[in-house]
């Protein structure tokens, strides 16, 4: 497979990934829970990449292109359902960055996801969910000085601002609270043991 055809293939796992949360958002379903749909094609998606990785390494921007690799990386940042992969692809864009080839604002992103996955408080406070105030919240994090500090050291801004942000484009999109927190989190924590995440 020609690096053309590589980067064209990435991009469009990535569209009907996000085609399908438009339309989630639009149906009012994206707070109640990790549609079976969605879940589906996470995996579908992580798998067809995983084989793309297997053959050529990370894709860096300088082999697959800026829009081809800010694409591959949202794949693995979705791939909650493959923690083997997500740890995999955490510890190449590592190597990725400190070799100056890829972004590390998605490591920081990453980095988070799957230590929220795993239980431990996240490091840059990338990650939100919904919080007994009905509001959209940081998941827990260690320290907001230490927080704020390694933002601005990957060139993100502060948590107090993205929050905001990040309660602001949930407005926009329609999103609501999930109608059980108690049966979300008691599902979620099922699911996490069923694929891998904890015992």
Request: charged residues 35%.
């Amino acid at each position: 497979m020609d690096p053309k055809s590589i980067s064209k293939k990435i991009i469009s796992l990535i569209r009907r990934d996000l085609q399908l949360r438009d339309e989630l958002i639009r149906a009012g379903k994206i707070s109640d829970g990790y549609d079976q749909e969605m879940e589906k094609l996470h995996n579908s998606n992580a798998q067809e990449l995983n084989t793309i990785i297997d053959l050529i390494g990370y894709p860096t921007v300088d082999k697959v292109g800026i829009q081809a690799s800010e694409a591959a990386w949202l794949v693995i940042q979705h791939a909650i359902g493959k923690p083997d992969f997500m740890k995999k692809c955490r510890d190449l864009l590592k190597d990725a960055v400190i070799e100056n080839k890829a972004n590390p604002i998605n490591l920081a992103y990453l980095t988070d996801r799957i230590a929220v996955l795993e239980g431990e408080p996240q490091h840059y406070g990338t990650q939100f969910d919904w919080d007994d105030r009905e509001e959209l919240s940081p998941i827990p994090f260690d320290d907001l000085t230490k927080v704020n500090q390694r933002r601005k050291s990957v060139g993100l801004n502060t948590l107090e601002d993205q929050t905001e942000i990040i309660r602001t484009r949930a407005k926009k999109e329609n999103q609501t609270p999930p109608k059980d927190f108690a049966r979300r989190k008691h599902d979620f924590d099922e699911w996490k043991k069923k694929v891998g995440w904890s015992k």
